[in-house]
């Protein structure tokens, strides 16, 4: 069976709520008509992910996310990756944005997602349809949270 993890890599970080994010990332892929496989999530220092961007991608340059995809999606419809997340940087650009480090976490977590399912992010038009996408997204979340407690 498929699984979708969470772990640390030099960070102190704790994902809160581990059972609704790994339901809201399996109906997300599900809407997007795949089956979450094996999904690794991966939070790490800036340092962690910088030497990643440099040897993996050849980027000199801090980022919040990177998303190894190992999906086959020509013999299936299962998408399967790690997903490296820099929470130092996440930090950063929550508080740049006002909004909680939780929240930009969030957008973090199903970014990467996003982008196992095709979404891309390079170009205006593509990085607008992703935003559009994650913010359709979070509003799920909220929702699957609210269901939550209210039992």
Sequence with gaps: ???IKYYNDGSSFRLPNKRIITEWIRRTAQAEGYDAGDINYIFCSSE?????NRQFLGHDYLTDVITFDYSDLKDSKTVSG???IDT???ADNAAQYGITPLHEMHR???HGLLHLCGYKDKTPSAASRMR???????K???KMFVKTSER
């Excluded at 962690?48 to 990643?52: G, Y």
């Design 1 to 3: 069976m498929s699984a």
């Design 48 to 52: 962690k992910l910088l030497e990643i």
């Design 108 to 110: 973090v977590i199903i």
């Design 82 to 84: 790690e997903i490296y």
């Design 140 to 142: 799920t979340l909220s």
């Design 88 to 90: 130092e940087t996440v």
């Design 132 to 138: 559009s996408k994650e913010n359709t997204c979070l």
